[in-house]
């Protein structure tokens, strides 16, 4: 186990000793007909994008550093997870990857966000969730897995894989519900083949 990892378990252990981590849901969607054989590297997408697909990494680094941070736990977290399933994590970006990993979480919370809005919500890094009357917080992680696809005479990237967990508490940091929500996201995430 690498230290990352190791922490990362420290935290889930924490938070479940604590009785914190808030009860949640997990819902994954995956593209027929795309699959993974052989594939095992994957790259972190570390820019933070609007869900457009701009990248505001900048703004977001200089205006509201503690999303900044929190975005880069979360993918510390997504990667430490894969890397324990047998992925390999590509950090050289010269080197190829199979797949490159994209994390989304609530960051602005409003009373008005529905449950199908969260359900619908088009992915982007800084999600809207929702503050309850009660103190309480809906926080939402997204994280999809997206390849070139191989049929497709183009370069164009499509997901071939998508978790959203959602999670209501009366914590309003995500970390506390979002660290056990990822380990069991990438749980779900299909096994690399035997290499």
């Known amino acids: ?31 027929p007909g795309l ?6 590297k994957f790259r972190m997408n570390y820019n933070v994008h609007d869900d457009l697909g ?17 975005f880069t736990e979360l993918s510390g977290a997504v990667r430490a997870t894969l890397e324990d ?3 390999q994590w590509m950090s050289d970006p ?15 919370y409003f009373d008005k966000v529905t449950d199908e809005q969260l359900r619908e919500m088009k992915p982007a890094t800084l999600l809207a969730g929702r503050s309850g009357k009660n103190g309480t917080f809906t926080h939402m992680i997204v994280i999809t897995a997206s390849a070139r696809a ?4 183009s370069d164009k990237w499509v997901t071939l894989w998508e978790a959203r967990g959602i999670a209501t508490d009366k914590n309003a940091d995500i970390r506390m519900s979002g660290f056990p929500m990822v380990a069991d996201m990438i749980t779900r995430f299909p096994k690399p083949e035997p290499r």
Do not use: Q
Request: aromatic residues 10%; glycine residues 4%; contains cysteine.
């Open 1 to 31: 186990m690498n230290r990352m990892t190791n922490r990362l378990a420290a935290a889930v252990l924490a938070a479940v000793a604590l009785g914190a981590c808030a009860p949640y849901s997990i819902a994954v969607k995956e593209t």
């Open 94 to 108: 010269t080197e190829p990857a199979d797949f490159i990993m994209d994390v989304c979480f609530t960051a602005f």
């Open 35 to 40: 699959d993974m054989p052989g594939k095992f």
């Open 54 to 70: 701009r990248n505001i990494t900048d703004e977001i680094m200089t205006k509201h550093l503690d999303h900044w941070l929190t």
């Open 150 to 153: 191989p049929e497709l005479a």
């Open 85 to 87: 399933r047998g992925y």
